[in-house]
């Protein structure tokens, strides 16, 4: 009898195809949809977050209240919405701020003169040795807590992390034969800088953004769970997270209803963060 054949080699994708990465899309996907409820939280909670009703307070899930209600009877489902907009808000307005200072301090470190970069990266330094929750507390117990004074500190302390890395891709280029080139045609500074560097800069700094958006959100919900952050009536996921402690004698969904949508935003931008880092850095693809 014959030997039998092998079976045949399944062949293999060309070398353009990408396989599907499973955990950037659940990531992209979810990061749409908080970003969509978000956007339109005054439209499709179902109650007023502010709007007590002690007779029907610490419920289960139900028709009327989706996810039941807190400790004041407020319902549980619009204010997690409503917090998706806050914590959201914070994290946006915080990196927003942080990235265009740090891109600044960042392009003037990596391309101004050696004395200037050293000054400027001796401040950095400085400001990332500070503990970072122990100087957020003194900052809002001198200060107050409020949405502002939350957004300022916590930008105030990311932005070291993004001068760092615009510094240090602005430092890789500015020798390179392209800028050389452009020097040698008479382009002055700015133009370098905003035209021809800041593009090659966009692409590592979105892949950080993404990153540290969990981060924030995260440091947001941990300071208004200790009070000193979004003060109510404003809904906010660490305040509730809190509220659920208090009482989770009396129910524990509280408590897991608050601390799910944290979970959910961390991971979704967490894998949406490492599919960006893979697809714009080849050095870092899976093989």
């Given at each position: 009898m014959p030997p039998s054949e092998p079976p045949p080699a399944r062949p293999r994708p060309a070398t353009g195809q990408r396989r599907i990465d499973r955990p950037g899309l659940f990531g992209l996907v979810v990061c749409i949809l908080i970003a969509l409820v978000a956007l339109t939280a005054d439209m499709i909670r179902p109650h007023d977050p502010a709007r007590i009703d002690v007779a029907h307070r610490l419920e289960g899930p139900s028709a009327t209240h989706w996810l039941g209600t807190d400790h004041l009877g407020r319902d549980t489902a619009s204010r997690i919405i409503t917090g998706t907009r806050t914590a959201m808000g914070v994290a946006l307005l915080s990196i927003g701020i942080a990235v265009i200072a740090g891109t600044a301090l960042g392009l003037m470190a990596g391309y101004g003169p050696r004395w200037l970069g050293t000054g400027l990266l001796l401040v950095l330094d400085t400001i990332s040795s500070l503990p970072m929750i122990m100087f957020a507390l003194a900052v809002l117990t001198l200060l107050g807590p409020g949405l502002w004074t939350l957004v300022g500190t916590i930008a105030f302390f990311t932005v070291p992390g993004y001068a760092r890395l615009v510094r240090s891709q602005t430092m890789a280029l500015r020798d390179s034969p392209f800028i050389q080139a452009e020097r040698s045609m008479g382009a002055g500074p700015l133009r370098i800088l905003f035209v021809h560097m800041l593009p090659n800069v966009i692409g590592p700094l979105l892949v950080v953004m993404t990153m540290d958006i969990p981060v924030v959100i995260g440091l947001e919900a941990g300071l208004s769970f200790l009070g000193i952050g979004i003060q109510p009536p404003t809904p906010s996921w660490g305040s509730m997270l809190n509220d659920g402690f208090?009482?989770?004698?009396?129910?524990?969904?509280?408590?897991?209803?608050?601390?799910?949508?944290?979970?959910?935003?961390?991971?979704?931008?967490?894998?949406l963060g490492e599919a960006l880092r893979e697809r714009l850095d080849p050095s870092a693809r899976r093989i």
């Open positions: 208090v009482f989770i004698r009396n129910t524990p969904l509280l408590v897991l209803f608050s601390g799910l949508p944290i979970m959910v935003a961390t991971l979704a931008f967490t894998f």
